[in-house]
C-alpha cells in the first residue's frame, strides 16, 4: 500500500508543481485575509487569544480551499477508475490524498506564518516558534487526514464548493479550540504555556481518531 | 474453466433496472461483441466485468474468480479500455505509464517498449494536452495494455483512429492478440464480424446471445430501433 | 415490518409525557433565583441527551450498513439523525429561552453543553445537502453512512474540547447534574429523559413506518406501469 500510496502522490506533486493550482492560491488567500483583518480590526498589532485566533481561523479557511481541490485531477482528468482498476489497496488513496495536503499545508504555513508576523504580530515569534512549529504540525496532520476523507465525501456531489467547507469547518473545531489555546499564551510573548500537555494530547487524540475513523471508513467510498 | 461467466446478472440503479438476465459464457480467447443501443447498459455491463461496478443479483465470475468477493484477484489482469481514457493532461505520455507501471507493479523498461508499440515513442515527453484526439486514443491502449492483461474490456476502442492507427494496433488489442475480448461498438457488421459471439441488449435487459455467426445483421439492427 | 409494537410504544410514550410534564410542572421545586422559567431545564436538557443519542445511533446503523450492505439500517440511520436534527432544534430554542432568563441574554458562550451541541447540530444539517446531492441511490447510501460514523464519533471529541475550553465555573443548573441534585428535581429529570426517549423511539418508528409504506407502494406502482 505504501508503494502505491506513493506512486500516487508522485503523480499529484507533478501535477502540483506544474500547473501551481492549490498551495499559491492557499498562500495568496491568507495574506489577502491578514489584511482583512487588519482593516476589520483596525488594529496594526495582535497578540495573545486575538493573534491566535486570527493566525488559526484563517489557516483553517485557507484549509478549506486545499480540501476542495484535492480530488480535482481525478474528478477532471484521469478518473478514480484508472485507480480502482489496479490490483492496489484502495486506502492507498486516502494516504496519498492526506499526505499531499500535509505537504500543501506545510508549505503554507512557511510563507504565511512569517507574514503573519511580520504584518500582524506584536511580540517577537523566534522563542515561540519551535512550540508554535510542533503544534502547526499536529494540527496538519488532523487537518490533513479529515480533509482527504471529506474531500472524498464531496467529490462526487453536484454542490461540492459548498460542501467542503460546510463540513469540514464544524469537524476542525476540536482542532482549533486545542491549537489556538496552545497557541495564545506563545503570542502573548510568555514562554510558559498553560497546560500544554492538555492540549498537546487533545490534539493529538484527535488526530488519531481520525486517521482510524479514515483508514476503516475510506474503502467504502470508492466501493460501488 | 471459462473466461466469463454470467448467470442471471443483475445490476440497479436505485428501483432502475441497468442490466437484468444478462447470461453468458465466453471461453479464453474469443471475442464477445456487445450490441445495444445508447443507455441499453452496454457501459455498465464493461464495467461490471471491470470489477468496477458490483452485481446485484444473479453470479459472475470472471478469470475464475467470483464477483465482488474474488474481484481483488483479478484486477491485475484486465485491462480497461473506456470513453474516458483514463490520463492526466498535465502529463507527459511517459509519465502516465509510469504512474501506471506503478500501480500495477508493472517494471519501468516495459513503458519504453509499449510507447514504441502504439507509434508514440517521438512525443513520449510531451504533455497529454498537446496530443491529438488519435495519439490520446492509442496511449490510452498503451495504458490499458501496459500489465499484460488476460481479458481485454474495450470500449469503442477504434473511436478517433484512423485506419492505418487502428491496423497497428491490432497485435494489442484486435483478435491478433489472441487475448479474450469484450468488445463494445454501434458497428455492429464489423462487430459481428470480428467475434465468436454476440451479446444484444435492449433497456438493460438481453435480447439475446448466440455465437456472431448465427446473429442476422437484422435482427441486431433491430436493437436500435 | 416496523409497525410491531407501535401501539403500545405509543401509549407509553402517552403516560410518559403526561407524567413528565405533570411533575415538571406540580412536582419539581421553583428555583429560588430563576424562577418559574427555569424549568425550562428540564426540558432543554433530556432533549439534548436524546438527541445526542440519537446522533450517535445513527452512526451505529452506519456502520452496520456498510459492514451489511443492508439498506434497512441506512434507512434506520437517516430517520435517527433526521429525528435528531428536529429535537435539536427545540434543544437550541429552549436552550437559548433558559439562557435568556438565566443570564439575561440570548446565547450565551458559557455553558459548554449547549456550546457543543451548537457545533455538533451545525454539521449534522450539512447530512441533508450531503445525502440529497447525490444522485446514484447506492452511493448516496453509503455516503451518508460514511458521514454518520465520522460525525458520530466527532460529537464525543467535540464535547470533551468545548469542556476543557470552558473558563469560567460559572453556577450553573446544568453542573449539578449527577451530582448535587435535590431528590425531586433528580426524580423529575430521570422521568423526564425516560419520557423524551420513548417519544424519540416512538417516533422514529413512526416514521420508519411511513416511509417504509411509501417505498413499498411506489415500488408496487413502478412494477403495475413496467407490465402494463
Known sequence: MIGTARAILRKDLTIELRTKESVPAMTLFTVVVFVLFHFGLDRDALDGDLASGVLWVTLLLAAVIGVSRLFATEREQGGLDGLLLAPVDRTALWLAKAAAMFLYLTALELVAVPTFALLLLAPDLLPALPLLVVTLLLANVGLAAIGALVSALAVETRARELIVPLLLLPLVVPLLIAAASVTAPLLRGSQDPEDLGRWLGLLSLYDVVFVLIALAVFDFLLDD | ?225 | MYSKGLKPLSIATVVAMAAWLAMVFFYAPLDADQGFVQKIFYVHVPLAIVALCGFVAGGIFGVLHLRKRDRTHDFRSYVAIHMSIIFGTVVLITGSIWARASWGHWWVWDEPVLVSFLVVFLLYCVYYPLRFSIEDPDRQARYSSVFAIAAGAFVPINFAAVRMAEKFTHPRVLSQTGGSMPGEMRLTFLVGIVAVTLLFITLWKFELTSKNASVQLKRLRRRLEATA
Not at chain 2, 509499449?114 to 490520446?136: C, H, I, N, Q, T
Open chain 2, 1 to 225: 474453466m471459462a473466461a466469463i461467466e454470467l448467470e442471471r446478472v443483475e445490476r440497479r440503479y436505485g428501483d432502475r433496472i441497468a442490466l437484468a438476465g444478462v447470461t453468458v459464457r465466453i471461453q479464453g480467447g474469443e471475442t464477445l461483441a456487445v450490441l445495444g443501443a445508447n443507455g441499453a447498459g452496454k457501459t455498465t455491463l464493461l464495467r461490471l466485468l471491470a470489477t468496477l461496478l458490483r452485481p446485484h443479483g444473479g453470479t459472475a465470475r470472471v478469470l475464475g474468480s467470483e464477483l465482488p468477493d474474488g474481484a481483488w484477484k483479478v484486477r491485475g489482469r484486465i485491462g480497461y479500455l473506456g470513453h474516458d481514457p483514463l490520463l492526466y493532461r498535465e502529463l507527459t505520455a511517459r509519465e502516465n505509464l509510469r504512474y501506471q507501471a506503478g500501480l500495477h507493479g508493472v517494471d519501468t523498461e516495459r513503458i519504453g517498449e509499449r510507447l514504441a508499440a502504439v507509434g508514440l515513442e517521438r512525443r513520449a515527453d510531451e504533455p497529454v494536452r498537446d496530443l491529438s484526439k488519435g495519439m490520446v486514443q492509442r496511449l490510452a491502449v498503451a495504458r490499458a495494455t501496459l500489465h499484460d492483461p488476460d481479458l481485454l474490456l474495450l470500449d469503442e476502442p477504434r473511436a478517433n483512429l484512423d485506419p492505418a492507427a487502428a491496423e497497428a494496433l491490432e497485435p494489442l488489442i484486435g483478435r491478433a492478440s489472441g487475448k479474450t475480448r469484450v468488445l463494445v461498438t454501434h458497428d455492429v457488421e464489423g462487430g459481428l464480424e470480428e467475434a465468436d459471439v454476440a451479446l444484444g441488449l435492449r433497456g438493460g435487459r438481453q435480447v439475446f446471445c448466440r455465437p456472431a455467426a448465427e446473429v442476422e445483421i437484422a435482427t441486431a439492427r433491430e436493437l436500435y430501433a
